[in-house]
């Protein structure tokens, strides 16, 4: 068995409880209160920055050519995620600049930031992976669920 599937399977039962999370549940179906989408978009801004900055140690440390496409894209990928999040912001009047970041949002963006300045690129990736696999996964299940109580509303 690979290790990331080893490794995912072995803390499923993290992912699922983040998956049942009040919040993640109501970022999902649209039921989280507007107050607290706001101050998500200011916390994720935050961290988003941070990893475009982690993607950028990357790119600078990378060897390989293909490397240097595959961060420049990721970094993008970034940006573009961080202009939605302006969107919102300027929809509700969140200010994206001088967010203080939350202990959690501070934790692992120091940790991630100070990785990248080791300029390891294997380390660099390692701490930003399971970041994203989770997210990924939680986007996914959720628009799965989404999906499926469409159908399930526009069959009645």
Known sequence: MPLATE?????QDVADRILAHAFVRGLGDGSLPVESFKGYVAQDAYFLE????????????STDRADLHDFAELITGVLEELKLHKSYADRWKVEL??????????????????????????ET?????????????LGQTLARADRKSTRLNSSH
């Open 7 to 11: 490794l995912w399977q072995a803390n």
């Open 50 to 61: 941070a990893f475009a900055r982690a993607y950028a140690f990357c790119l600078a440390n």
């Open 97 to 122: 600049a001088g967010v203080t970041p939350i202990s959690a949002t501070n934790a692992y963006v120091d940790f991630l930031i100070g990785t990248a300045r080791h300029g390891r690129l294997g």
């Open 125 to 137: 990736i390692a701490a930003m992976t399971p970041c994203m696999r989770l997210y990924a996964w």
